[in-house]
């Protein structure tokens, strides 16, 4: 079981303040994905891929045909903000702490972190099998804010498209309306 702290990660997926499943009967956790830029972090994609891989040896002789691994090639996804990188998902049964850079604690009405931004992620690698599910999964342990970064799903303003009108329109709008409505 080995603990790490991904540094400067792109945040995808937060369930931080409240826990969530893929599914009604799945058990709800806490949890995350963790974006690393397969250019900007090579190093530390390298380094997760080879404990990934001896977590992995060290548990099965060979391995199960049916495996989950929480490392993913993002260009195996059909998400766009996952091209050209690699993926951590990690989660937790327990709430996780989560901080801000000053190492004080953030509540769900601090706004952040959130989806598009960047965290540093502690988290944990260990391989699990039981009778229906083998992987190398990650624990997600704690999370602090590291930077702002653009919101993945924002649906921009809704405010635009429209202008201003003048008072002199916004009289004649008002009277056709009371002539239709009469």
């Known amino acids: 079981m080995d603990e790490l702290v991904l540094k400067n990660a792109r945040l995808s997926f937060p369930s931080l303040w409240r826990p969530s499943s893929y599914d009604s009967n799945a058990q709800q956790k806490y949890s995350a994905t963790l974006i690393l830029d397969k250019k900007e972090d090579a190093d530390v994609i390298a380094s997760l891929r080879q404990l990934v891989s001896a977590l992995a040896k060290e ?32 989660n937790n049964r327990k709430r996780v702490p989560v901080i ?22 502690k988290v944990r690698f ?35 498209g429209f202008s201003a009108i003048d008072s002199e329109i916004a009289e004649d709008v008002a ?3 009371e002539e239709f409505l009469a």
Do not use: H
Not at 67 to 86: F, I, N, P, V
Not at 127 to 135: E, I, Q, V
């Open 59 to 90: 548990k099965w002789a060979q391995l199960p045909k049916k495996m989950y691994w929480s490392l993913q090639d993002g260009d195996t996804t059909d998400r766009a903000e996952y091209e050209g990188k690699y993926i951590v998902k990690a």
């Open 100 to 121: 801000d850079k000053d190492l004080t604690a953030l509540v769900e009405e601090d706004e952040r972190p959130y989806a598009g931004c960047y965290v540093n992620a």
């Open 126 to 160: 260990y391989a699990w099998s039981n009778s229906s599910f083998s992987g190398v999964l990650c624990s997600l342990e704690a999370v602090q804010f590291a930077k702002p970064g653009e919101s993945f799903g924002a649906g921009g303003n809704a405010l635009d």
């Open 175 to 177: 009277e056709e309306a």
